[in-house]
């Protein structure tokens, strides 16, 4: 289970950044500025952070819950195996996408909308392996968001 990492306003403002980056890039005076500021990863990790975030909302309870529901219900129906395959499988590819897409300054449209569900994908990869992308994943939103809370004043 995701835990709450970042509170639904820190989270708010994170997703607001992003928003701003992603307009401001395409903006003819500040393409040049944005792109030298790398700010196409910070959209990146500005979503996922807002993702995280959803977990203090009821909409994220739920949905979190669902997502863990699925996952469970596919490992009881299926085998343990092939319940790992169904869910395990696809979360790690996802965060390998993602991971390689930030390192090769590759972020498309298809890395923002990982980074949008990575939080939720990263509680079904089991094992110590889902355990460390959890740790790894959860640290980087939590200092994010501080970041992104204290630039904007929210508790």
């Known amino acids: 289970m995701i835990e709450t990492a970042v509170t639904a306003a ?3 403002a994170c997703a607001g950044s992003a928003a701003l980056l992603y307009y401001a890039e395409k ?7 944005t792109g030298k500021l790398h700010t196409d990863r910070a959209q990146a990790v500005l979503i996922a952070t807002a993702s995280a975030a959803m977990v203090a909302t009821p909409a994220g309870v739920w949905w979190n819950e669902t ?3 699925i996952n469970d219900w596919a490992t009881g129906a299926v ?3 092939t319940g790992l395959i169904i869910t395990g499988v696809p979360a790690l590819f ?3 996408m993602f991971v390689n897409d930030l390192l090769t300054r590759k972020v498309e449209n298809r890395t923002l909308l990982v980074a ?5 994908l990263a509680s079904t990869i089991p094992g110590p392996v889902g355990e460390g992308v959890q740790s790894v994943l959860g640290w980087i939103v939590t200092k994010v968001g501080m970041l992104v809370a204290g ?3 929210i508790s």
Request: aromatic fraction near 8%; glycine fraction near 22%.
């Open 10 to 12: 820190a989270g708010g």
């Open 27 to 33: 903006l003819p005076g500040l393409a040049k500025a």
């Open 67 to 69: 997502v863990n529901g």
């Open 79 to 81: 085998g343990e195996w």
């Open 94 to 96: 996802a965060t390998a």
């Open 116 to 120: 949008a569900v990575l939080p939720v």
């Open 151 to 153: 630039a904007f004043g």
